[in-house]
């Protein structure tokens, strides 16, 4: 029950609306209880009114049948509305639970699973999960009691056609278990295809300049028709057990009420009973088969629902990010001095079962140091950045500041300490301030306008046409270098002890680069500046280069040693 998120939360929706619940199993014993008095009353209008042709208390009788006929109708229209309300009442806690997890889930699950299957599991697997209360598990709990229910009226009217009624049962349970096992694979399959058709559209739309420039339309048309016609089998195997499933039940229907007749006939007589029994049997099978007809749907919304409900389970079963420590605090850390000591201890790291990216890597960074990391594409670098920041966790080894492990420090703590500026600035949803802010509210419209001055970016901020609250609906607002800018002054805002910036200016013009490191060497004054790059004018500014090849240091030391030393440096240093 600990990872059963769907369990947890019904559990939890029960607890909290018991009169609720209350209300609905007296709705569901109203429906079971009423649905089986009609049967009765027919029999007595035919035999003890129509046959004998006794019509006094005729039409009692008949305002009788009717009054049951509205109270089966209020009945299950309480059920419907009850059972409406706690499956959206479910619902909201399943993706209040799952929205809880996704806050404590690794950042490496976010690299191994495209963002429309998350999204899937969020809005399909819980919308399935709500048919299973809605149209599944209650109205198969309640349709199983109808048809115990009338198998016992009509065992009441005659043995034999009671053993008839009976026989039918294992013959309904098989076609059922056939058509359950086929559909459960075929809706988790389906459930999968809906998830790649979900995140094609929005991965087209946000490469779509990509696609233009490498004319590569048609390759992803043909991509998505094949998952669209993936998608396509697949719903046509749940379509066809689902239509198939209704024309079986009611020949079966057919040929047993055509038998009733028959063996009840004059000349054969069989049964032995009466005309307004024959005629309530009639009806009873009609009613039990009713029931039956309906696990075609109900059934298809239960196989629906377990498919979701395995797969949000195999999403709350992924693994977390390690408790973080609540008493640690940036001024504990620092102990108000700001000095902070980086250090790794060892640390190796691969991703899920691939190659290893670092191996046993070992190094001290001192306060106010400044050190570079340099290394062909693949060597580890970035990688290496965000293990420091806690988003990924070491294999092995440890990662510490100040001698505490970097993956136990809370995340309302880290943007205290750290100052992260990627390779490319992300836009959030809001005005140009909480694209510098992110929405802090511990952040004062001062300190973020001093953050923009301090970049220089303010006046152009201020020439916009809300300055700082001018909604931000366009990657256009802003020029490559401007974006530069307000990534770094996203991250100094909080005024961090520590800086880091994934090659920065890797994409930017001489004149933008000189301004943008001008900005760096200015902020990072007073700070530890961990940077990587491949420039050699973003390397000078450093005390420290760490070479890093094949995920290991191949070297380190100042520019001026490496120069001196290093190959690959030198080569690197002589193309610039």
Known sequence: MKNNVVGRSTLRVVRENIGIICLLILAIIGVVVMSLIPPQILKLIIDE???IKQYDGLIKLALFYMTILILIGLFDFIKEAVLTIVGQKITKEIRYSMMEKLERIRTNYFSSNES?????RFTNDVEAINSLF????I??????FKIVGILISIWLFSNKLGMITFVLIPLIYIIMRIFQKNML?????NRILIGKVNNHIPESLKNIQMIKSFSKEDYMEEKYKDYLLDNYASMEKVNFYDSVFSPIIIVIRAVVIASIVILSSKQLNMLGISLGM??????LISNLFSPIENFGMELQSVQLAISGVKRVNEFYYETEENNKDQSISFQLMGKDTRNFELQFHKVSFQYDKGPEILREVSFTIEHFEKVTFIGRTGAGKTTLFKLILGLLEPTSGKITINGIDVTTIPNNEKRKIFGYVEQSFHFIKGTVGEQISLRDTSLTRQAIIDAAKFVGIHEYIQALEKGYDTEVNSDDLFSQGQKQLLAIARAIVTNPPIILFDETTANLDSQTE??????????????ML????????????????????????KSQGTPEQLIQEDEWYVKQSSDK
């Open 134 to 137: 809605t149209n599944g598990i």
């Open 278 to 283: 024959i005629a309530a049997s009639i009806e």
């Open 530 to 553: 961990l940077s990587i790059s491949h420039r050699l004018s973003s390397m000078v500014n450093s005390d420290r280069l760490i070479i890093l090849e094949n995920g290991e240091i």
């Open 514 to 527: 000189e301004k943008i490191l001008s900005v760096l060497t200015e902020s990072s004054s007073n700070k």
């Open 139 to 144: 109205g198969m709990i309640i349709d199983l």
């Open 49 to 51: 009114h129509l046959v």
């Open 116 to 120: 429309g299957t998350i999204v899937s």
């Open 185 to 189: 694979v075929a809706q988790i399959k």
